[in-house]
C-alpha cells in the first residue's frame, strides 16, 4: 500500500513545487505580492469601462516578466492577467497588461487588451530600460488576424511607438505570426482555396527588431515555403 502511495505522493510534490515556483520562488517577490497585485488590478479594471466586471470576474496572473520599464534602473514587473465573467453571459472576457513597482506593489499603468490571444515580451533598448511589444490574435470563421504594437511606458503613459505596416489581415490568406526568441517576428502567409489551404503556397516575411531605432525593420527575405 506504502508503494502505491510514494508514486502519488512525489506527483503532488512535484506539481506544488512547479506551482511555487511560478508564483512565489522569483526572488524579488514576496509570498503576499500576487494578491496585491490581483486586488490591484481588479480595481484597475473597477475604475475603467469594464467597472461592472470588477466584481463578478475572475482574474488570474498568467505571467510576470521582471525588467525596467519606465525608467532605468527601476524595479519593475509586466504582468499579463486575464479577466473571466464568473457568471455566463454577463461580460467580455479579457486581459490586462499592468506595470508594476516592485518595492511598493503599487500598479503604476494599465492597458486593457481584447484580443482572445495575447503574448507580451520585454524588448531592449540602448540602455537597461525595455519596451513592451504585444501581439494579440483574433480568429474568426476559422482565420487568424493579428494586432502588433511595441509601447514605451512612461509617466504612466503607454506611448505606442512608429512600427512598420505588418501585412497581418487578409480574406485571401491564413496568417501565423510568431516571435521568436530574438524577438524577430515572423508572419507566416498561406493561400486560401475555398476552405482549404494550398499547402504548396505559403511565404514568410521576418521583422527584426532595432534596439538602438526602437521599431521593427523588415528583411528584404521573401521565401516561397513548399509544405
Same mark, same amino acid.
Given at each position: 500500500?506504502?508503494?502505491? @502511495?510514494?508514486?502519488?505522493?512525489?506527483?503532488?510534490?512535484?506539481?506544488?513545487?512547479?506551482?511555487?515556483?511560478? =508564483?512565489?520562488?522569483?526572488? #524579488? $517577490?514576496?509570498? +503576499?505580492?500576487?494578491?496585491?497585485?490581483?486586488?490591484?488590478?481588479?480595481?484597475?479594471?473597477?475604475?475603467?469601462?469594464?467597472?461592472? $466586471?470588477?466584481?463578478?470576474? !475572475?482574474?488570474?496572473?498568467?505571467?510576470?516578466?521582471?525588467?525596467?520599464?519606465?525608467?532605468?534602473?527601476?524595479?519593475?514587473?509586466? /504582468?499579463?492577467? %486575464?479577466?473571466?465573467?464568473?457568471?455566463? +453571459?454577463?461580460?467580455?472576457?479579457?486581459?490586462?497588461?499592468?506595470?508594476?513597482?516592485?518595492?511598493? /506593489?503599487?500598479? %503604476?499603468?494599465?492597458?486593457?487588451?481584447?484580443?482572445?490571444?495575447?503574448?507580451?515580451?520585454?524588448?531592449?533598448?540602448?540602455?537597461?530600460?525595455?519596451? *513592451?511589444?504585444?501581439?494579440?490574435?483574433? *480568429?474568426?470563421?476559422?482565420?487568424?488576424?493579428?494586432?502588433?504594437?511595441?509601447?514605451?511606458?512612461?509617466?504612466?503613459?503607454?506611448?505606442?511607438? !512608429?512600427?512598420?505596416? =505588418?501585412?497581418?489581415? #487578409?480574406?485571401?490568406? +491564413?496568417? %501565423?505570426?510568431?516571435?521568436?526568441?530574438? +524577438?524577430? *517576428? *515572423?508572419?507566416? &502567409?498561406?493561400? @486560401?482555396?475555398?476552405? %482549404?489551404?494550398?499547402?504548396?503556397?505559403?511565404?514568410?516575411?521576418?521583422?527584426?527588431?532595432?534596439?538602438?531605432?526602437?521599431?521593427?525593420?523588415?528583411?528584404?527575405? &521573401?521565401?516561397?515555403?513548399?509544405?
Amino acid at each position: 500500500m506504502k508503494r502505491r @502511495l510514494f508514486p502519488v505522493i512525489l506527483c503532488c510534490l512535484l506539481v506544488f513545487t512547479i506551482i511555487f515556483a511560478i =508564483f512565489y520562488g522569483r526572488e #524579488d $517577490l514576496g509570498l +503576499n505580492t500576487i494578491p496585491k497585485m490581483e486586488n490591484a488590478i481588479r480595481s484597475a479594471v473597477g475604475q475603467s469601462e469594464y467597472s461592472d $466586471l470588477a466584481v463578478e470576474s !475572475k482574474i488570474e496572473i498568467q505571467e510576470i516578466i521582471l525588467g525596467s520599464f519606465s525608467g532605468s534602473e527601476k524595479n519593475e514587473a509586466l /504582468v499579463y492577467s %486575464t479577466v473571466a465573467p464568473v457568471k455566463r +453571459n454577463y461580460g467580455p472576457s479579457f486581459s490586462v497588461a499592468a506595470v508594476f513597482d516592485l518595492d511598493t /506593489v503599487d500598479l %503604476t499603468g494599465a492597458q486593457f487588451l481584447m484580443e482572445e490571444s495575447v503574448v507580451l515580451k520585454a524588448l531592449p533598448t540602448q540602455s537597461d530600460r525595455k519596451d *513592451i511589444l504585444y501581439l494579440g490574435e483574433t *480568429i474568426d470563421m476559422g482565420l487568424s488576424s493579428y494586432n502588433i504594437k511595441v509601447w514605451n511606458f512612461s509617466g504612466g503613459k503607454w506611448k505606442e511607438l !512608429k512600427l512598420p505596416s =505588418f501585412d497581418t489581415t #487578409d480574406a485571401d490568406e +491564413n496568417i %501565423t505570426a510568431e516571435i521568436s526568441k530574438a +524577438n524577430e *517576428i *515572423i508572419l507566416l &502567409h498561406t493561400e @486560401l482555396e475555398g476552405l %482549404t489551404t494550398k499547402t504548396a503556397n505559403v511565404t514568410a516575411e521576418k521583422y527584426n527588431w532595432v534596439s538602438q531605432d526602437e521599431t521593427y525593420v523588415k528583411e528584404l527575405i &521573401h521565401l516561397d515555403i513548399i509544405q
